[in-house]
Nanobody, 124 residues
Framework: QMQLVESGGGLVQPGGSLRLSCAASRSGFRFNGMAWYRQAPGKERELAAEITSSGTTTYTDSVKGRFTISSDNAKTTVYLQMNGLKPEDTAVYLC??????????????????WGQGTQVTVSS
């Protein structure tokens, strides 16, 4: 079973920084595109940032200039560096990605996967 696993959330004061990581649970996974979504209490899930395998990035307006999405060279792990955090950034952050991995017999498996989320709380 393939899933994405997030880490790095926590409690931080306004103006502080956090770095989230998202890695595949299965070795050999290579992504085509990865994204960080966030969902605050009582609000709809929104796309915060995304990155393609070629390195093209996009951000929602509210995080531009403060958040940076990046990946490792092997395209197995994605990061979200969050600086200048504000109380309105408080949410569960989930990573999502589409990619491919190979079974032991060499058969490819292509799909879109989600993590379970990591809580980010910005409060004094």
């Amino acid at each position: 079973q393939m899933q994405l696993v997030e880490s790095g959330g926590g409690l931080v004061q306004p103006g502080g920084s956090l770095r989230l990581s998202c890695a595949a649970s299965r070795s050999g996974f290579r992504f085509n595109g990865m994204a960080w979504y966030r969902q605050a209490p009582g609000k709809e899930r929104e796309l915060a940032a995304e990155i393609t395998s070629s390195g093209t990035t996009t951000y929602t307006d509210s995080v531009k200039g403060r958040f940076t999405i990046s990946s490792d060279n092997a395209k197995t792990t994605v990061y979200l560096q969050m600086n200048g955090l504000k109380p309105e950034d408080t949410a569960v952050y989930l990573c999502s990605g589409d990619g491919i991995y190979y079974l032991d017999d060499g058969a490819p498996v292509v799909g879109r996967y989600w993590g379970q989320g990591t809580q980010v709380t910005v409060s004094s």
